[in-house]
Every structure is written in structure tokens, then in C-alpha cells.
């Protein structure tokens, strides 16, 4: 009896992972032919149905990306950056939200003190994603920001790490 009930849990869990899978990319396909309405219904589906799942986090992403990049609306990309940061942390999805809401946080920063929000997200990226390739533009950011700031010295640091990271930067 344990053991059919421990079966169905998995095959449960199986088929929201499928289910997962299929809603992302019918979004994906909508997605492609511009159908964003179709996009976004699809993908709040699948963060209904599946809201731990890593495509969750990966929906959550490519909305982000859209309200940022399609419709320049980087205050409501940030919400959707921000979930994936606090429920979606373990996924590889994390660091380029996060990487993305510091590069939003640092665009509206119009004076230097008021970057520190934005130099936390990409120190975050650094530390928590060291394998990444976020990484080396965490690393260029964490330069734009230390120059903006007028830290010259740490400025140049970053910028050597990044190149050191790839010499054709």
C-alpha cells in the first residue's frame, strides 16, 4: 500500500513536470509569432499549475524580459525578477534575473549613492553563481557602477576580472 501510494506521488509529480514543460513552449510557440497575449495567458497558466517548476522560473523570465524590452516597461519586469530571486533561487534562471533587475535598478539610479540596491543584485550573481555566464557581466556592471561612483580604483579591478575571465572581452 505505501509503495502505490509513493507510485502516484511520483507520477503526479511526473505529469505537472510534463504539463510544465508543454505550457512553456506553447507559450514559446505564441511567443514567436508575436501572439503575446496568447504568450503571457499560457505562461500565467503554467505558474498556476506548476509554480515551483524551473520553467515557471524561465516564463517568469521571458515575461520579464518582454515588459522590459517590448513594451519599455521596466516597473512591472522588476516584480517578475523579483519572484524568480525569492522562489526560484536554486534554478539557473536566478542569475540573469538578477542580473537584469540590477541592470533596471542601476538605468533608473540617477545619482551615484543611490546604486547600492542595483551593486547588491550583481555582487549576488558573483557570489551565488561564480560558474555563470552572468557572471562576467555582473562583473562589468559591478565597473560601471564603481566608476559612476567614482570608486577608480575598484572600477578598474572589475574590469581586469572581466577581462580575465575572457581575454576577447
Known amino acids: 500500500p505505501l509503495l502505490l501510494v509513493l507510485a502516484a506521488a511520483l507520477s503526479a509529480g511526473a505529469q505537472e513536470g510534463d504539463l510544465a514543460e508543454r505550457l512553456f513552449a506553447s507559450g514559446e510557440r505564441a511567443y514567436t509569432v508575436k501572439s ?10 503554467l505558474l498556476q499549475a506548476a509554480p515551483k517548476s524551473p ?8 515575461m520579464a524580459r518582454h515588459k522590459l524590452e517590448v513594451e519599455k516597461r521596466p516597473d512591472e519586469a522588476l516584480p517578475l525578477l523579483e519572484k524568480i530571486k525569492t522562489e526560484h533561487i536554486k534554478t539557473r534562471f536566478a542569475a540573469e534575473a538578477m542580473l ?16 547600492k540596491e ?4 550583481f555582487n549576488r550573481v558573483v557570489d551565488l553563481f561564480p560558474d555563470h555566464p552572468a557572471v562576467q557581466e555582473a562583473r562589468f556592471q559591478l565597473g560601471e557602477a564603481a566608476r559612476r561612483q567614482g570608486q577608480w580604483g575598484r572600477a578598474v ?3 581586469m576580472e572581466v577581462v580575465r575571465l575572457d581575454p576577447a572581452a
Open 36 to 45: 503575446f497575449g496568447e504568450a503571457f495567458e499560457t505562461w500565467n497558466q
Open 55 to 62: 520553467f515557471a522560473a524561465q516564463a517568469l523570465l521571458r
Open 100 to 115: 537584469l533587475r540590477g541592470e533596471i535598478l542601476a538605468s533608473q539610479s540617477h545619482r551615484p549613492q543611490d546604486l
Open 118 to 121: 542595483a551593486v547588491a543584485e
Open 157 to 159: 579591478q572589475h574590469f
